[in-house]
């Protein structure tokens, strides 16, 4: 065991009173029912959070609104803004350890996978940094009778809840922030009441950057009650979401309510396929480390396989031999190579989701037990013998839980592949360069990986068909999300 010591500057964070960042102020919330923050590697309860209440949310609201309307937001040139996140990007490196230390201890993920995420989050800050001055509409030519000069301007939709999930916290909300900073936008951020901490020191690390008062605020608290006063107060002007399908439909409502913008990045029960002449040597472990990554905790993760009936035995018992090989333990012992799940709830989802897998008849080839006896360890599990109408197969698990079924031809494959409620991602493996590209067009989802089980940059477009969502975050769609078109008809 190689356990790492947290930084002085991590365990002063942790002693700290955690406060809301309204305005330039870290402010206490109006409720005084903090949320406990538990290390779901052993159940300990290692800090506390406001609950921040509706007032607080519409203090928040009206700082990002002051923000965006007046003083120094409006007046920063583009490359002021540029410059101002990449100083943001270099502040979150140098203090990548003390972030990658705190995911780990909120969300329970091993130190390298948080390592990971850091240098991830403070990359898509660097891209979108790139964007800031590189944002102009264009001119034209119109048919209209008389003298005229055409153009669009592109401006900043104004101020913008960003409301992200738990499963790479400052990931997520890297990804929002980069491109709301750099269209010009101002913003609540609201993070997944499980996992605030990281959020709650980029807040500190961004206004050391020198971010203007009032452009980032961030209220911490539950769902039903902070999160619900966000997407509903009038002063929001777009909602950007990441998190599951159910409150990806209650956020939609919302915005239909006050026809808010809104962006949704949901939940997936993504296929891979692996074809007869597929390289197993790379599928084999590629496929288990997709699914069992971040305890399955990804929304592109490859839950659902479909597999040759010909490669099937080989290719399950392949997987399961990764499963049971896998170190699982402590996020903060660096050979860790899975955590726990992120709450005793999400453990208890999990395990009730394999007991209805069970039940429906489908056999549990491996795992489908609580790993050690403190935390909220769950072995990769692979369910065998599964078909469309179950419950395992159709409904988002996010655990290390792998479902698996068998074909025979193409068509079933991408039939079987598409019978699904969500269209977030695919993956086929196949040599043969027809079959890939014939299926990858196949396949009705918005992310697809050919002999890869997933992919992720951040200027490639993100988000799903279906239920999956509405948008594309990262690259040039990813910030458009934050602008609106302006279009000027001038009479020379
Ligand atoms: P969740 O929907 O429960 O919560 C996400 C966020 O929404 C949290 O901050 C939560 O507090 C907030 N929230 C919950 N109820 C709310 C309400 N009524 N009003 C306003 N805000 C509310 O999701 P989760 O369980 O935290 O995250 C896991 C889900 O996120 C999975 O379904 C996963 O697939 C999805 N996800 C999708 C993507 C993507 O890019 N498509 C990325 C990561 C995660």
Redesign the pocket.
Known sequence: MSTIELSPAVKSFLASEKRLLIGKDWTGASSDAPIGVINPSNGERIADIPDAAAGDVDRAVKAARNAFESGAWPEMKPGARSRLIYQIADAMEARAEDLAQLETLDNGKPINLARGDVFAAVGAMRYYAGWADKIHGTTHNVNMPGDLHVYTLKEPVGVVAL??????PLV?AAMKLGPCLAAGCTAVL????DTSLSALLLGEIMLEAGLPEGVINIVTG???NV??A??HHPGIDKIA???????GK??AHAAADGLKKVSL????KSPNIIMPDANLEAAIPASAMGIFFNSGQT?TAPSRLYVHKDIAEEVIAGIVEVGKNMKLGDGLDEESQMGPLVSAKQFERVSAYIAAGEEGGAQIRSGGKQHGDSGYFMEPTVIADTNNQMKVVQE?I?GPVLVTQTFETEEEALALSNDSEFG?AGAIWTQDLSTAHRMARGIKAGIIGINTPMGADWDVP???YKQ??IGR?NGRDGLELYLQTKSVFANL
């Open positions: 409301v992200v999930p738990w499963n790479y997520m609201k993070p997944a009441e539950y769902g039903h999160g619900d966000l997407i979401f990441t998190g599951s399908t159910a409150t209650i956020i990045e949901l939940g997936g929304c988002e996010f977030l993100l988000g799903g999956s969502g975050e």
